[in-house]
Nanobody, 121 residues
Framework: QVQLVESGGGLVQAGGSLRLSCVAS????????MGWYRQAPGKQREFVAR???????SYADSVNGRFTISRDNAKNLVYLQMSSLKTEDTAVYYC???????????????WGQGTQVTVFS
């Protein structure tokens, strides 16, 4: 079964740090970009960070300089190191992967179930 599983969310005081992890199942034939999105209550899901297979990264302006994305292609893992957290970072964080099930399959966006990050002042 093709799936993404996140972990590492939780409750943290403003200014603190958290690291999120996401592992993609071995059922993927291939994975291209992996990244993170978040959705705060009453808001639309928004882009946070992305890493392509070659290691190029991009970040939302709101997290640039505070968050770092990294990945381990051999283990189908992607991480999001979050530092200097702010209350406005509170959201459900979703792992995203652009992958394919087989050599003949199209590239498809896959999503994890989400992990809650709550930052309190």
């Amino acid at each position: 079964q093709v799936q993404l599983v996140e972990s590492g969310g939780g409750l943290v005081q403003a200014g603190g740090s958290l690291r999120l992890s996401c592992v993609a199942s071995r059922s993927f034939f291939s994975i291209n970009a992996m990244g993170w999105y978040r959705q705060a209550p009453g808001k639309q899901r928004e882009f946070v960070a992305r890493s392509d297979r070659g290691g190029s990264t991009s970040y939302a302006d709101s997290v640039n300089g505070r968050f770092t994305i990294s990945r381990d292609n051999a283990k189908n893992l992607v991480y999001l190191q979050m530092s200097s957290l702010k209350t406005e970072d509170t959201a459900v964080y979703y792992c995203n992967a652009v992958g394919k099930r087989s050599s003949l399959s199209p590239w498809v966006d896959y999503w994890g179930q989400g992990t809650q990050v709550t930052v309190f002042s």
